[in-house]
Every structure is written in structure tokens, then in C-alpha cells.
């Protein structure tokens, strides 16, 4: 069964960094695009991040210059650098990845059980 683990969430101060990652198993073949997303209290989903199989990137405005995304397409895994951390970026975080070819199947796009960022002022 293909699944997202996600870890490097925390507690830290403004200012400071933290990284994410998340590794996705289960006899992975390929992955198409794979991403960040954050969702705050009552707040909607929102994109953070966005990187294709070549690694083209994609950022929302509110993370641009701050955030990094990366991934390591042997070890089907993507990262998420934060840096200047701001108490507006407590949210949970969740890791997305599209169009999965596994040995079991096809998957669409596939969701992390998320996990939480906590900035403090």
C-alpha cells in the first residue's frame, strides 16, 4: 500500500527554520509532481509548495524568499526548508503527491496525515 510519511514539524521562535520532509513507500515506481500544503485554524488549505518530477518549483506569495522545496526523486522524497519563520506560518502541514506508479497500481494523488508548525513570537 503506497503512503506519505511526513516529520520535521516543531515548536520554534520566529526567526528561526525548521525542515520538513516526507517519504512516500510501498514499491514506488514513479512520482509525478509532489508538494507542501498548510492548513490553519479555521483557515482553508492553502499551496505552499509545488515541485515537478524535473523540478520545476512553484511557491505561494506568502513563502516566497522564506521557503525551499526540493526532492530526491531515488528516495521519493520531498523537502520543505523553511527559513524567517513567522507565527503566520503555524499551520499543519501536509505533504501531497501526484500521479503515483507503484507495483500495486495507479494512485491520483495521495495526501500525509500532516504535521504540525508551531511558531511562536
Known amino acids: 500500500q503506497v503512503q506519505l510519511v511526513e516529520s520535521g514539524g516543531g515548536l520554534v521562535q520566529a526567526g528561526g527554520s525548521l525542515r520538513l520532509s516526507c517519504t512516500a513507500s510501498?514499491?514506488?515506481?514513479?512520482?509525478?509532481?509532489m508538494g507542501w500544503h498548510r492548513q490553519a485554524p479555521e483557515k482553508q488549505r492553502e499551496l505552499v509548495a509545488d515541485?515537478?518530477?524535473?523540478?520545476?518549483?512553484t511557491y505561494g506569495d506568502s513563502v516566497k524568499g522564506r521557503f525551499t522545496i526540493s526532492r530526491d526523486n531515488a528516495k521519493n522524497t520531498v523537502y520543505l526548508e523553511m527559513n524567517s519563520l513567522k507565527p503566520e506560518d503555524t499551520a499543519v502541514y501536509y505533504c501531497?503527491?501526484?500521479?503515483?506508479?507503484?507495483?500495486?497500481?495507479?494512485?491520483?494523488?495521495?495526501w500525509g496525515q500532516g504535521t504540525q508548525v508551531t511558531i511562536s513570537s
Open positions: 515541485i515537478s518530477r524535473g523540478g520545476s518549483t
Open positions: 510501498g514499491n514506488i515506481l514513479s512520482i509525478n509532481s
Open positions: 501531497r503527491a501526484d500521479r503515483i506508479q507503484s507495483a500495486s497500481g495507479y494512485t491520483f494523488r495521495l
